[in-house]
């Protein structure tokens, strides 16, 4: 693949706790805890082009609990910037568990330094996508973000089945003929 050059600002989200171990914009977090495209020493910033599908993947890593003292950054990559954008059906298998054809994928995209963002789809929301961004490029200085704003998680997304509070669904007759 060839590296392509933005004609226009892209905006991303990320989600992340500003009192944390690691930034909200660093790629630390990844360096000890590779994610869906990178290895240890490949350690990417990962974030989504839109709010909501930050948050559905914060929530697909949560262990069903309201994740505490989670913020979030925009963060905008403007127009003359490098990106790459993956074309999945040519990486059969890059939405696998094992994370192997990505992980394989994006550290030879991030050891190459071929663009500064990574577009791929996202395995929770595939219609949308998730952004990569290298901090080893040397256009990663020229990105922005803005300050840390709260995340309000509203909480029937974290409902059990029992404290929900459903009525009960007749079932649906069929004509038989």
Known sequence: MTARVLDRTLHGFRIGDPDGRFPIFSAEGSRHFPGR???ARTPLVYASEHYSTAMLEKLVRGSGEMPPNQHFIEIEIDAGLSYEVLAAAAHPGWEDASCGVARAFGEQW?????S???????????MESNLMLNPA???FERLRHGLHQ????????????????????RAA???QT
């Open 110 to 114: 991030a050891l190459e330094l071929r």
């Open 137 to 139: 490029h040397p256009e």
């Open 150 to 169: 709260p995340v309000w998680w509203d909480r029937r997304l974290f409902a059990s089945e029992t404290t929900v509070s459903r009525k009960p669904r």
């Open 116 to 126: 500064l963002l990574l577009i791929a789809p996202s395995v929770v929301a595939r």
């Open 173 to 175: 007759r069929v004509a």
């Open 37 to 39: 495209w990178n290895t």
